[in-house]
């Protein structure tokens, strides 16, 4: 794919931005209705109070493009955030040199959708998936979703949760290349991993990074297939966990665990530094931060 005809919010216009701007607004309306579903759902003994609703705030990026914001504060789902957004315009000198097809020609376009949840319940773990399409003169696809179980023995490889969140993402991955699970899932276990501490951030999952396999119907028809099993696995895994009773010191131990999550995102995240460097929305941006975190 070249964007090299087109100009300024003209970017915007090409029929691989819009493909992949309207399957990213599906996914979000779809996850939007499974986890208020959660929330409706949720026995009142354990979660008193109003089942939340999401609540969707557009907004305008003034370089050009914008999204919309969801946000989800409720009675399972402490803090959720889904966000959909596009923008476009020219790279920095410096982003242009680390950027594929951007040094000829700094200008970009982006689409994507990203999705956060931290529960109330600590025996539930903690989700992110986020896919995007980014395009200059080259095209090509981003993202993944991992998993973050905040108590001790859900945090093992072979916990329950793990061994399925990962073998939905394996089904999905070998749809379309046997070998693209091992190698999505060697990356996912190498970028969340905080060095400082020398441990990785929950039980991983898949990440792709500047996806080319040079079948662009391929490559959309994949990221399409790692939306949709979050969407099925995600929601099964907290079913199962949300009628469990939790302790006093099990919130602490989420509490403190929640750190590392904070420190990963605010040191290492690309998706952070992308969003803050290209002049995205902040409260989208760093809406990752849970909403109530301790250090020893």
């Known amino acids: 794919m070249t964007v090299e005809s087109l100009h300024?919010?003209?970017l915007a216009d090409n029929p691989r931005v819009k493909?992949?701007?309207a399957w990213f607004d599906s996914l979000r309306d779809s996850l939007v209705g499974a986890f208020e579903a959660l929330e409706d759902e949720a026995p009142a003994d354990l979660y008193p109070g109003v089942a939340g609703r999401f609540t969707l705030e557009p907004w305008v990026r003034e370089a050009g493009g914008g999204g919309v914001m969801g946000f989800l504060h409720g009675r399972f789902f402490e803090k959720c955030g889904l966000h959909v957004?596009?923008?476009h315009g020219t790279f920095t000198p410096e982003m242009a040199a680390a950027m594929p097809g951007a040094k000829k020609d700094p200008r970009f376009v982006a689409t994507g959708v990203s999705l956060i949840a931290h529960l109330v319940n600590p025996r539930v773990p903690a989700v992110h998936m986020n896919t995007r399409y980014l395009a200059t003169t080259s095209g090509w696809f981003g993202g993944g979703a991992d998993l973050t179980p905040l108590l001790g023995e859900q945090r093992r490889p072979d916990a329950p949760d793990a061994v399925a969140f990962h073998a939905a993402l394996r089904a999905a991955c070998d749809a379309?290349?046997?070998?693209?699970?091992?190698k999505f899932k060697e990356e996912c276990d190498r970028y969340f991993f905080l060095p400082h501490r020398n441990e990785p951030?929950?039980?991983g999952g898949i990440f792709y990074d500047?996806?080319?396999s040079g079948d662009w119907e391929r490559d959309f028809a994949f990221t399409q297939d790692v939306g949709r099993a979050l969407l099925e696995v995600y929601p099964r895994i907290a079913r199962e966990r949300m009628g469990e009773?939790?302790?006093?010191a099990e919130r602490e131990e989420q509490l403190v665990r929640r750190g590392r999550y904070v420190e990963f995102n605010l040191l290492y995240d690309?998706?952070?530094?992308f969003g803050l460097k290209t002049g995205g929305n902040i409260e989208s941006i760093l809406s990752s931060m849970p909403p109530v975190v301790k250090w020893p």
Not at 176 to 182: E, L, N, Q, T
């Open 8 to 10: 300024g919010a003209d």
């Open 19 to 21: 493909r992949a701007r």
């Open 85 to 87: 957004s596009e923008v």
């Open 176 to 182: 379309h290349d046997g070998a693209w699970y091992a």
């Open 201 to 203: 951030r929950g039980v």
């Open 210 to 212: 500047r996806h080319d």
């Open 245 to 248: 009773a939790w302790t006093g």
């Open 270 to 273: 690309r998706g952070t530094m």
